[in-house]
């Protein structure tokens, strides 16, 4: 790789860093952390949202994804921004999943709630708001971690995108004039007038050769011949 497509290369993968993906993924380790917090302490009541499990191992897919982020700003490398890349993508989707979950587990809880009502309705009715208020956290939880999945995703993917792969040598074009012609790849063309040689080495230029020098045995033998005639 030259110097040039090298400091491309850094540029793109700079333009990542206005992101500021150090913070972001500090918010989305966090939001992994109240989620999982959040997810126990909803674990005591049965839902739908417990039955997946969303709470537990989508928080850890934020962790990492977040610790991913954190470790590209630290070391700005090609290798650490497509891991940041891989992990904001699943951690989106994950959050996406989340979002559905959490949102239809709010009349799962209130039609279960209802359904128990016979037993203890007082304690049901006391516990209801809460049960309520943890499902519309968990829902701001993970459209926040939506957004910056998807922000993150998106600027580790242009600076990827515009990046060249290390093999290829943009300046190959440039230098190729320069470069020597090797002798195995000329052409040879006689003129027979002039008695000159000419080389035409792939078409970029030509230069003279020595001349051929003439063969004169047999113009003698036939200068010999007339005077024995």
Known sequence: MSMTTALNNVNHLEKFLKTQPKALGAVQIMTGVLTVSLGIIKGFSFSFA???????????????AGSLSIAAENKLHE??????????VVS??????????????????LY?????????????YDLLPYT???????????????????????FACKAI???????????LNQQFYSLPVPLTNQSCT???????????????????????????TNQKNENDLWWVR
Not at 92 to 109: H, K, N, Q
Not at 132 to 154: K, R, V
Not at 193 to 215: A, K
């Open 190 to 216: 006689v003129d027979y007038v002039n008695m000159n040689m000419t080389s035409v080495v792939n078409g970029h230029g030509e230069r003279d050769l020595p001349p051929i020098p003439r063969d004169t």
């Open 79 to 88: 290798c650490m921004v497509k891991a940041s890349l891989g992990g904001n």
């Open 92 to 109: 989106a989707i994950t959050s996406g999943m989340a979002i559905l979950v959490f949102a239809a587990d709010v009349p799962y809880t």
């Open 161 to 171: 995108c515009f990046c060249v792969p290390q093999g290829v040598d943009l300046s």
């Open 132 to 154: 309520l208020g943890i499902n519309g956290i968990l829902l701001a939880l993970s459209f926040l971690q939506f957004i910056i999945s998807i922000c993150l995703s998106s």
């Open 50 to 64: 417990v039955a997946t499990g969303i709470m537990y191992w989508g928080s850890i897919i934020f962790i990492v």
């Open 112 to 124: 279960g709630q209802n359904g128990s009502a016979y037993n203890c309705f007082q304690c049901v």
